[in-house]
Nanobody, 122 residues
Framework: QVQLVESGGELVQAGDSLRLSCKVS????????MGWFRQAPGKEREFVGG???????NLVDSVKGRFAISRDNAKNTVYLQMNSLKPEDTAVYYC????????????????WGQGTQVTVSS
């Protein structure tokens, strides 16, 4: 059974930085592509960015230049570094896994974490 556990979310001020972590247990992490999604109150869950099993990354335009994704296969962990946070980044952030290549669609992912809350105050 593959389990994903996110951590690192908290209440911060606009302009601050946060690093979210997603630790994966079970399965074979090195062949997983990992995605980060977020869901703001009253809105649908949306793709934020992802990293393929070989380390290729992509981010949506709204976070490019501010967010970065990385992975540490030795720790079975993927990270979402968030800089210059804005109030509109407030959401529950989820990580998800699938094998090999990255994807932007939720339905392409096999396993999901429980989410971690990020709140950015102005």
């Amino acid at each position: 059974q593959v389990q994903l556990v996110e951590s690192g979310g908290e209440l911060v001020q606009a302009g601050d930085s946060l690093r979210l972590s997603c630790k994966v247990s079970g399965g074979s992490f090195p062949i997983y592509a990992m995605g980060w999604f977020r869901q703001a109150p009253g809105k649908e869950r949306e793709f934020v960015g992802g990293i393929s099993w070989v380390g290729d990354t992509n981010l949506v335009d709204s976070v490019k230049g501010r967010f970065a994704i990385s992975r540490d296969n030795a720790k079975n962990t993927v990270y979402l570094q968030m800089n210059s946070l804005k109030p509109e980044d407030t959401a529950v952030y989820y990580c998800a896994s699938k094998q090999f290549g990255g994807a932007t669609l939720m339905r392409k992912y096999d396993y999901w974490g429980q989410g971690t809350q990020v709140t950015v105050s102005s």
